[in-house]
């Protein structure tokens, strides 16, 4: 498929995506097990597939209008964080726990994929491994990593964070304790698993996810900066 | 320090309300970042100013509820915004080759390990802190 307007392919390609969208969220709320992301990820490529749409053509019309909705994610993502209520949590050892899941969420899975002698594209991606998209995209913007590449790594290991979590979680009876690990770890997928284990493991996990992503934002890219200078 | 405090106001409202500020504080964020060659760090100059500003209307007037409810029913869609990259993301993941089992095993051992070792951390901590402060069970917390 190609057109000679770029506004059409513009439109054609927020309306493409649009479907896949609004087709996934309904499939998902007839089908609870059905993850959304993954059957709107499938959809706009079968869309693709089927109108003969080169990805690339497709991502280069788009990106213009996406560029700005991720923006706005990424600044709606204070909301939730700014309206937590701390009563009653034990800050210090929060604080201590969310410091260090931020440093583990990026060094280890980089340490890691040097390990195995990946490239140094797919390293520096891993760096935003244990944020949540919106942010994570934006981190790896600024880090010069791959953003497709970026992206994979955030979605992989949300589904298999999601997924597997609750068999790792023998023997901890603490809600709050699997709520926090999820959103700390396996981000929007991983919060989405907590909400499943009651609404105190849902509350900590989007509490983690959103601290975590601050805080990851702040230091990766001026650690990555530094170590690249 | 209120957290939240609640208001009437329909939801078409409350929807146009906080779209008007994250929109903003995201443009504004994007023009000073322009001025200050710092243009790629926009989106996360955008996302602490937003959470600066809400914790500053916190600590004087308290969150209001509407701002909170539609940043939730918003953020439920929010995968959209993202939804032409992970296609990409998708396609990339045939596309590895020799990379792919280094690349699993990557997120395998990075994604499972921190979640069980956060668990376990979090269980402890947060339990030893209901032991000493007396105040609250497991159960209450359910």
């Known amino acids: ?229 | 320090m209120k957290s939240t405090h609640s208001s009437k106001m329909p939801l078409w409202m409350a929807l146009l309300l906080t779209l008007t500020i994250v929109i903003t504080v995201r443009e504004s964020a994007v023009f000073v970042c322009q001025l200050a060659g710092i243009e790629k760090a926009a989106n996360i100059v955008g996302l602490l100013t937003m959470f600066f500003i809400l914790m500053i209307w916190r600590f004087i007037k308290g969150i209001p509820g509407w701002l909170t409810q539609a940043s939730n029913t918003l953020l439920v869609d929010s995968g959209f915004a993202f939804l032409p990259v992970s296609a990409g993301a998708g396609l990339l993941l045939f596309a590895l080759g020799d990379e792919l089992w280094g690349f699993m095993l990557t997120i395998l051992i990075s994604t499972l390990i921190p979640i069980w070792g956060f668990a376990v951390l979090s269980n402890r901590w947060l339990n030893r802190n209901n032991d000493m402060n007396g105040n609250t069970t497991i159960n209450e917390q359910k």
């Open chain 1, 1 to 229: 498929m190609s057109f000679d307007n770029v506004f059409v392919a513009t439109f054609a390609a927020i309306l493409l995506t649009l479907a896949a969208h609004v087709i996934a969220r309904i499939l998902a709320r007839k089908l609870s097990w059905l993850p959304m992301v993954i059957t709107a990820l499938v959809l706009v490529v079968i869309f693709l597939f089927i109108f003969q749409w080169d990805y690339n053509n497709y991502y280069a019309v788009a990106k213009p209008v996406f560029d700005h909705l991720l923006g706005y994610v990424t600044v709606l993502l204070a909301i939730p964080l700014a309206a937590m209520n701390f009563k009653g949590l034990p800050i210090k050892k929060l604080v201590l726990i969310v410091a260090m899941a931020s440093l583990i969420g990026a060094l280890l899975p980089m340490s890691l994929a040097y390990l195995f002698s990946l490239s140094h594209d797919t390293i520096l991606a891993f760096a935003s491994r244990s944020v949540t998209t919106p942010i994570g995209l934006s981190i790896a913007d600024l880090i010069k990593a791959p953003l497709a590449m970026a992206n994979l790594i955030i979605i992989v290991s949300g589904l298999i964070g999601g997924t597997l979590a609750r068999f790792l979680f023998i023997g901890i009876e603490d809600d709050r304790a699997k709520g926090l690990a999820l959103g700390l770890v396996a981000h929007a997928f991983g919060t989405v698993e907590a909400w499943q284990i009651s609404h105190t493991a849902g509350r900590y996990a989007a509490f983690g996810l959103a601290v975590n992503g601050l805080v990851t934002a702040v230091w990766v890219p001026i650690f990555i900066t530094a170590l690249s200078a």
